[in-house]
């Protein structure tokens, strides 16, 4: 059974400029997570959606958006980057969202900003 | 933010010493999940213990969960240097997939 895989692994990008990432969850999962792990911060939470739906929503500014498609492959846009988007985004897959399932993260797309 | 902190943030070990890492959170949760991250790279699951568990097994790793201190800790027995790695807990509250990460430990262990 394929894991969770996003792309790209790596990514440079220019200050203002926007970025596209992607996530394919595990087979059979409707539920996306998105973090953000950087030195400072740890390990934040961006959103989550499940069958095409954002269901929560974390602490970032509206230049962090997703969305979901219907096969649940997942992606997230980050739009007039700042130095500070500098991290690795991690995206998270789970059977359902919530009730004792486990989450299985990929191996997350290391963008930096410059 | 953080849920809560993880104790000790680095640890030194010997290969076949065990490894202990504490993890305390701030609120209730439903579930508590470990995870590992070598060097920056994806987080992978290691166990999930729910909140009316108190311990749980999976080969080398034993958790244990203490809903009252809002406390769990991981221990590593026989640890090899492959087991070097970033160890996370994270916890939910049963609404949504929304994990809260604990800061980490950095576990080194040297041949």
Redesign the interface.
Known sequence: KAG?T?TPRYLIKTRGQQVTLSCSPISGHR?V?W?Q?TPGQ????LF?Y?SETQ??K??FPGRFSGRQFSNSRSEMNVSTLELGDSA?Y?C?S?LD????????????T?LTVV | SQQGEEDPQALSIQEGENATMNCSYKTSINNLQWYRQNSGRGLVHLILIRSNEREKHSGRLRVTLDTSKKSSSLLITASRAADTASYFCATDDGTASKLTFGTGTRLQVTL
């Open positions: 969770v996003q539920s997570s973090y792990q740890g390990l934040q939470f989550e499940f269901r929560n974390g602490n690795l991690l998270a789970s969202p919530g009730w004792n399932t486990e989450a299985f993260f990929g191996q997350g290391r």
